[in-house]
């Protein structure tokens, strides 16, 4: 798995953004596949111009926090590269660290908000959204 500081890290060194293409579309190959029951109306991001699943697995860490995994998929190679650094940052993760990570400002940092259309940018916050709300809606469920 790369981490958020590897990402950092190879963005700095491409400084083309048909490289920086070429690294996302890279990162959305190592994607773990995602089964084909997960591709359901429920896992389906809306507001992505692509299509667009998300499905979450929740269990428990050491210290019996809940803790969020997901898989992701796309059917756009871009748009697949943009959700392997959003669960980067946020698979794995328990509720508290989802909601203390702030990804648009990270994939601002790297310098998408100039580089992608307005529809691209509208999925992004949809799939940041999502998580997000997962995350809400599981510290919900554990109170």
Not at 14 to 40: C, F, K, N, Q
Not at 69 to 98: C, F, M, N
């Amino acid at each position: 798995m790369t981490t958020t500081d590897e990402i950092r890290d190879n963005f700095a060194l491409l400084d083309d953004w048909d490289d920086r293409y070429r690294y996302v579309i890279e990162l959305g190959r190592t994607l773990d596949p995602m089964p084909a029951a997960e591709h359901s109306a429920a896992n389906k991001v809306q507001g992505c111009a692509s299509q667009v699943w998300l499905s979450r697995k929740l269990a428990r860490n050491g210290t019996s926090e809940p803790v969020l995994s997901y898989l992701g998929d796309s059917d756009a190679h871009i748009v697949r590269g943009l959700i392997a650094i959003l669960l980067t940052l946020y698979s794995g993760k328990t509720p508290q660290e989802i909601l203390s990570t702030d990804a648009i400002a990270v994939f601002d940092e790297f310098g998408f908000r100039e580089h992608l259309t307005p529809q691209r940018s509208n999925g992004l916050r949809a799939m940041v959204e999502r998580i997000r709300t997962d995350a809400r809606e599981t510290l919900a469920a554990a109170s």
